[in-house]
């Protein structure tokens, strides 16, 4: 079947500017996770939903970062007025209904993120 | 504080020969691990899972292997191929699915 998506693939912008990451999961996983993968680096989470709430927003670096997900499926990071350090992959993850923490997280492709 | 870390960042096998990556892990409450290959410009696919009730975990071509009394955790790869070239990354789950990664051991498999 189908993984999960993200889109777009790649995204340049201009510091300051405001950009917005899709992730579609895996249909019918009801967790949703959020990383951040820096050049080089292993993977750094951002934030988890379960259903439409999130349980777990301790990894957003800044308020400039916010994230929501509506209808139990596609979710949606958001950073405002971006800088350079900003510039990684983001990445996204889904999981099956279970007992939380014990299924497990698959990967969509990232959203390789550029900011200038 | 918590933190997975990899004993080599980079790993280069002959193709055929076996493959050891291995991990270190500091938060002894940890009861589930993961391993995922991450190849250039994809997202980290899942190969293989362990949890804390068990010791060795076997998967077609790969083995986890846990030693709670050293908090260590290694992948080993039989037969390494040149498909298997990618960056490895350990993960150990910290509460409510949040997965705290190490920093990857790439793996180069020679002809």
């Known amino acids: 079947g189908a993984g999960v998506s993200q889109s777009p693939s790649n995204k340049v912008t201009e510091k300051g500017k405001d950009v917005e990451l899709r992730c579609d999961p895996i249909s019918g996983h009801t967790a949703l996770y959020w990383y951040r993968q820096s050049l080089g680096q292993g993977l750094e989470f951002l934030i988890y939903f379960q259903g439409n709430s999130a349980p777990d927003k301790s990894g957003l670096p800044s308020d400039r970062f916010s994230a929501e997900r509506t209808g139990g499926s596609v979710s949606t990071l958001t950073i405002q007025r971006t800088q350079q350090e900003d510039s990684a992959v983001y990445l996204c993850a889904s999981s099956p209904p279970g007992l939380a923490g014990e299924e497990t997280q698959y990967f969509g492709p990232g959203t390789r993120l550029l900011v200038l | 504080g918590e933190s997975v870390g990899l004993h080599l960042p980079t790993l280069s096998v002959q193709e055929g020969d076996n493959s050891i990556i291995n991990c270190a892990y500091s938060?002894?409450?940890?009861?589930?691990f993961i391993w995922y290959k991450q190849e250039s410009g994809k997202g980290p696919q899942f190969i293989i899972d362990?949890?804390?009730?068990?010791d060795k975990r076997q998967g077609q071509r790969v083995t986890v292997l846990l030693n709670k009394t050293v908090k260590h955790l290694s992948l080993q790869i039989a037969a390494t191929q040149p498909g298997d070239s990618a960056v490895y990354f350990c993960a150990e789950m910290a509460w409510l699915g949040k997965l705290i990664f190490g920093q990857g051991t790439e793996l180069s498999v020679k002809p």
């Open positions: 938060n002894s409450a940890s009861d589930y």
């Open positions: 362990i949890r804390s009730n068990m």
